[in-house]
C-alpha cells in the first residue's frame, strides 16, 4: 500500500454510520475498505444507510427529486410504451413488468393508474413486481399503492437476491443504476491503482482518509479493455481519477438471465464511455443533500445520497454477453416526445381556460412537460432499451424520435 493519503473531515449525524464504517475498516486487511464498499454501507446499511432511513428526503422539498415528482406525465407516457410492449409480445398474460428501485412509489401509482386508464386489457394481464432493499421505502410504496392493493391488483415486492425468474415484460429502472456502489480509480505514476478508505482517530475525532492501493480485483483493469478505452494513452495524465461500476455489470446480467422474453428499459444520466472516460473528466460522482450537490463523500455520512453516472456503453457491452440485443438508446427528451409529449404542450397552448388559478396550473404543469425534455436537465438522460426473444420488428414508439433525428442528420 503506498503511503499517499487525502484526508478528509466528516461532519455526520448521527455518528452510528460513521462506527460502523469505522468498525468494517478495522476489522478489514490493511485496515482499509474499496470505496465501493464504504459506498455500499453510506448507502444501504440496513440500518443507518441513506436509503434505509426514514428521514431520507425525496422530491421536491428534499435532497433529489425525480422525473415523476413532476407530475403524473411521466409514468403515463411510460404506460404508453410498456402498452405496445405488451402488444408487440403477442398480448401474453401474464404481463410483468419489475420496476428496479421504485423510490416512494410514485411512478408505480402513475404507470398502473394509466394502463387501467387508457389500456384496460393490458392492465387485466398485468403482474406489478417491485425491487426493493429498503424496507422504509417498501412501506412508503404499499402506502402509495394501497388503492391498488385494496383492489386486488398483482403487486409484489422482492429483494434482488430473490427475484423472479422466467418472467415475460419489462424489467425497468430510473435512476437505479447511478446509485450502484462504484470502485475508484486512478492513475498513479502511469499504472492504475483503486482508492481506498481508512480511518485516522485522533482526539476522540474519526477522520475517514483516502489511501492509494493495488487494484482490489483484476476485473477493474479488465473493463477498460471490455469498454475500449486505452489508459496509457498519453492523453491521460497522472492523477486521472474516476470510477468503475461493477455492481452494474453484474445487475445487468442477473436481469438478463431472469428475462425469458421482452425488454429491458433503462433511464439515468450517463454517457458512452468515449465520453464518460474522456481525458478531461476526472470522474462523475457527486453527491446530494438538501438539493445541494457537492463532491466530498464523506461529509452527511448516512445522510446524503452518492451517485456517479451511468456508462451506457458497458451496459449494452454486458447485455450482448448475457444474450440481449440492443433495441436502441436515447435521449429522454427525445423519448418522451416521440411518445407524445409534445402533444401535451400543444394541448396546454390551446387551452381557453380564462380563471386565474387554472391558469396558474396550466403554466405549472406546462413548466413541469418542459422539466422533463430540459436538455441541461432531464431530457439529456440516456434511455436505453435491450430485448430478448422478441420476434417483432415493428419499432417502438419511445424509439422513433431518434430513428427520425438520426435520418435527419
Not at 444501504?44 to 428526503?57: N, R
Not at 405496445?84 to 404481463?95: A, D, G, N, T, V
Not at 436537465?377 to 422478441?390: A, E, N, P, R
Amino acid at each position: 500500500m503506498q503511503e499517499k493519503t487525502v484526508q478528509l473531515e466528516t461532519n455526520s449525524h448521527p455518528r452510528t454510520l460513521d462506527t460502523v464504517i469505522t468498525q468494517r475498516i478495522i476489522e478489514s486487511p490493511d485496515h482499509k475498505i474499496s470505496f465501493a464498499e464504504y459506498m455500499e454501507l453510506a448507502l444501504y446499511h440496513p440500518l443507518y444507510g441513506y436509503y434505509a432511513s426514514s428521514s431520507t428526503q425525496i422530491g421536491a422539498a428534499g435532497d433529489f427529486f425525480t422525473s415523476c415528482h413532476l407530475g403524473a406525465d411521466f409514468g403515463e407516457l411510460l404506460a404508453k410504451q410498456f402498452a405496445q410492449m405488451w402488444e408487440l409480445l403477442q398480448h401474453p398474460s401474464p404481463f410483468t413488468l419489475v420496476e428496479m428501485g421504485a423510490g416512494q412509489g410514485l411512478l408505480a401509482v402513475d404507470i398502473l393508474t394509466a394502463l387501467q386508464r387508457n389500456f384496460p386489457d393490458c392492465f387485466a394481464c398485468l403482474t406489478y413486481v417491485i425491487v426493493e432493499r429498503s424496507p422504509t421505502l417498501i412501506q412508503a410504496q404499499q402506502h402509495q399503492l394501497r388503492q391498488f392493493l385494496a383492489a386486488g391488483t398483482l403487486i409484489d415486492w422482492c429483494d434482488f437476491a430473490d427475484l423472479p425468474s422466467s418472467i415475460t415484460g419489462c424489467w425497468f429502472s430510473n435512476e437505479l443504476i447511478d446509485a450502484l456502489p462504484v470502485h475508484q480509480v486512478v492513475l498513479d505514476a502511469g499504472q492504475l491503482k483503486e482508492v481506498y478508505v481508512s480511518v485516522n482517530q485522533q482526539n476522540s475525532q474519526t477522520q475517514f482518509v483516502e489511501v492509494i492501493g493495488d487494484l482490489s480485483t483484476p476485473k477493474l483493469a479488465e473493463y477498460f479493455d471490455f469498454v475500449g478505452i486505452d489508459l496509457q494513452l498519453p492523453l491521460y495524465a497522472d492523477g486521472y481519477r474516476t470510477e468503475v461500476n461493477l455492481a452494474a455489470l453484474d445487475w445487468m446480467t442477473t436481469v438478463a438471465a431472469h428475462l425469458q422474453r421482452g425488454y429491458v428499459l433503462t433511464i439515468d444520466y450517463g454517457y458512452p464511455s468515449d465520453r464518460y472516460y474522456h481525458p478531461n473528466r476526472l470522474g462523475t460522482l457527486q453527491c446530494y443533500f438538501q438539493h445541494q450537490h457537492h463532491s466530498d463523500p464523506y461529509r452527511h455520512v448516512g445522510q446524503q445520497d452518492i451517485t456517479a453516472h451511468v456508462d451506457f456503453t458497458a451496459l449494452v457491452k454486458q447485455g450482448e454477453l448475457s444474450g440481449l440485443n440492443s433495441v436502441g438508446y436515447t435521449k429522454q427528451a427525445l423519448f418522451l416526445m416521440a411518445l407524445g409529449l409534445g402533444d401535451r404542450l400543444t394541448a396546454l397552448g390551446q387551452s381557453p381556460a380564462t380563471e386565474a388559478r387554472s391558469i396558474q396550473e396550466i403554466l405549472r404543469h406546462r413548466d413541469a412537460l418542459h422539466n422533463l425534455i430540459n436538455p441541461l436537465g432531464l431530457g439529456d438522460f440516456g434511455v436505453l432499451i435491450q430485448s430478448k426473444g422478441v420476434e417483432s420488428t415493428v419499432p417502438l414508439i419511445g424509439l422513433m424520435g431518434e430513428i427520425a433525428n438520426t435520418q435527419k442528420n
